[in-house]
């Protein structure tokens, strides 16, 4: 009985992890396309998380279930049960399992923050990734056969950085290429070239988030924030503000392009030779609109000036 009982447990572990591992590559699906080297490493720790919660999910939901089918009370049963005090052994066993997922879940995550290289705010100064800090893969992704979920990470990254300026403001993104002195609304970055980004604010918190990236980063008054990252895809994507900034916040967002080194050089060739001119400014454009109509004594923050850039998307 002892063995049978052992045998059916293990069966339903073995059902379980199966199922779990399933709906864990499944958590693939729910994200968009995975166009940074940190995409696939926070997918792949999402992937683990949701996997642990499912085989945790199932078995306890399963538990459940199975007692109050099998093990309920007769009906008109009153008694009391079986007066239980106490079971060091199985108390010892459910307070060791949680302390050591907690350790695992945090470790595992401490890896893959360390891969993927970010840096925090640093006062008055930018220091970047210390040598010999492991960061997220260039392997690009095949266009044509796209495999989620697997690829190369923790190589460090040989390929030229591209530093580039960003610029938050209620409620506009410009961006500036310090070597050829280009500013833009629309973000341009080479594929499979590590993309270090000096990232200022004019004036409240704005959070850098491009959810196809899976990097976002609060850009913090007075304060100079480094952010880096790979992209790893061509194609057009979006930067989103992640913060409340205001009321115009949601017009806050700019185009991310992806593109080859070659289209790359001859957009900045391009830009560089356009005439600077003042960039489209939704959020002035609806004050505009609405200041006409609001009623008299409301507040609203009076957006800044649209800015003068060579490219504006």
Known sequence: MKIRNILILSAIAIALTAVSLWIGQWTYSWMPPQAAAESRLV?????FLITLGAFIFLGVTGTLIYSAIFHRAEQYDTSDGPPIEGNITLEIVW?????????????????IYEQMGIQGPMEAMHIHIPIGMRSASAAPINEDTETRGHGDEGNVNILPFEDIEVNAKQWAWVFRYPKTGITSTELHLPVNHRIRLAMQSEDVLHGFYIPAFRVKQDIIPNRNIDFEFTPIRIGKYELTDSEFSGTYFATMRANVVVESPEDYKKWLHQAANR??????NQAASEYAQESKELIKGWVTV???????VNYSN
Do not use: E, G, M, R
């Not at 997918?43 to 992937?47: M, N, T, V």
């Open 43 to 47: 997918d792949k720790l999402f992937s």
């Open 95 to 111: 307070t060791t399992i949680p302390v050591l997922l907690v350790f695992w879940i945090a470790t595992y995550s401490y890896q």
């Open 275 to 280: 005439k600077p001119c003042t960039a489209n």
């Open 302 to 308: 009076t957006p800044a000036q649209a800015p003068v």
